[in-house]
């Protein structure tokens, strides 16, 4: 359930209340009329079942409240209420199953912005990959994986994508070329550092390594994994699993790869590289496909849903 707050226009503040009375999703409605000083208005405050949530938003912004008022929604994460009970068995279909597309663009577009911490942690994720891939240990490719930022812009690109808001879809691309360049060429200096201090070698790098060789040859099961991960990945941002969130991260070679087109290159193993950089593309379009592949089946899916209640509500039902 989401909690709403809401400065009304004056001249809307009627409409508004009576759309959100309507509405089988909505209950704990309150007005209080003059609250808001800026900007000037009715304050509205509702709470209102995810699975309502979309709709509603979307009609607050048709009455011109984005452009004239305000509108601001929370996670509720406790709710002892038999209205509430009852919002949530009128409204059609599941609360984690629904969508709620500005909470999913704003959520997402935090993560486009080429900051210093995106730099930071993605620099360190693919320095710890690359020390992973010298000495043939899976466990620093995982912990460099958890680290790792980048599917952030991934799944802001999928939805900016759907979206078509190009803006988004600029920032996301940037945040990612710029954020992987800066990660590689860090990565290389280390490599370099690491080598004069005696602590790795290009032997390291020639040496077999059994266990993380599958990094730098991707293979058909390469976008499988990768596909089924954006599936995975966009569906715990859309339900609000964070839990499955981790084990995507850990599932798919993209920092990883980065690491080892670095680390190959430092030492000039050109071929390596080269494979290194397939894994990475192929990963990164594989979770941006699938992402936006997950979004239309989801928004189909709840389309049917919204279709089907107002049919039943049309005929009397």
């Known amino acids: 359930m989401l909690h709403l707050r ?3 226009p004056s001249d809307r503040s009627s409409a508004v209340v009576d759309m959100l009375a309507a509405e089988p999703g909505v209950t704990h409605l309150a007005v209080l009329s003059g609250a808001a000083r800026q900007p000037p208005g009715d304050l509205v405050l509702c709470d209102v079942v995810r699975e309502s949530a979309d709709g509603v938003l979307r009609r607050l912004q048709e009455l011109g409240v984005e452009a004239r008022g305000g509108i601001s929604a929370d996670d509720v994460e406790v709710t002892l209420s038999a209205a509430a009970e009852r919002a949530a068995r ?3 279909g599941h609360g984690e199953d629904a969508l709620v597309w500005d909470e999913i663009a704003a959520k997402t577009g935090e993560q486009t912005v080429l900051s210093g911490t995106f730099l930071a942690l993605i620099m360190v994720a693919t320095m710890i990959a690359g020390i992973g891939v010298l000495l043939d ?3 620093l490719i995982v912990g460099a994986m958890v680290v790792g930022p980048e599917f952030g812009p991934l799944a802001a690109l999928s939805v900016a994508l759907l979206r078509r808001n190009w803006r988004v879809v600029g920032r996301s691309v940037q945040a990612l070329v710029v954020g992987f360049l800066a990660a590689m060429l860090v990565t290389v200096l280390s490599t370099w550092a690491l080598t004069a201090a005696g602590l790795v070698s290009r032997a390291t790098l020639l040496a077999p390594r059994p ?9 058909a099961l ?12 966009m569906l715990s941002l859309t339900s609000k699993k964070s839990g499955a969130l981790v084990g995507v991260l850990i599932s798919v070679t993209t920092v990883p790869a980065a690491a080892n087109v670095a680390v190959a290159a430092a030492y ?3 071929q390596e590289a080269a494979g290194s950089s397939l894994q990475l593309m192929i990963n990164l379009l594989a979770i ?16 049917r849903i919204r279709h089907r209640a107002a049919g039943y509500r049309a005929a009397g039902g």
Not at 211 to 219: A, G, K, Q, S
Not at 222 to 233: F, K, Y
């Open 6 to 8: 809401v400065i009304a």
């Open 90 to 92: 009128e409204a059609p």
């Open 137 to 139: 240990q899976p466990i």
């Open 211 to 219: 266990l993380t060789d599958f990094i730098w040859r991707p293979d």
């Open 222 to 233: 390469s976008w499988v994994v990768g596909l089924l991960a954006g599936v995975a990945g």
């Open 268 to 270: 000039g193993v050109w």
């Open 288 to 303: 941006v496909l699938a992402g936006l592949a997950t979004l239309v089946v989801q928004q189909v899916w709840w389309w």
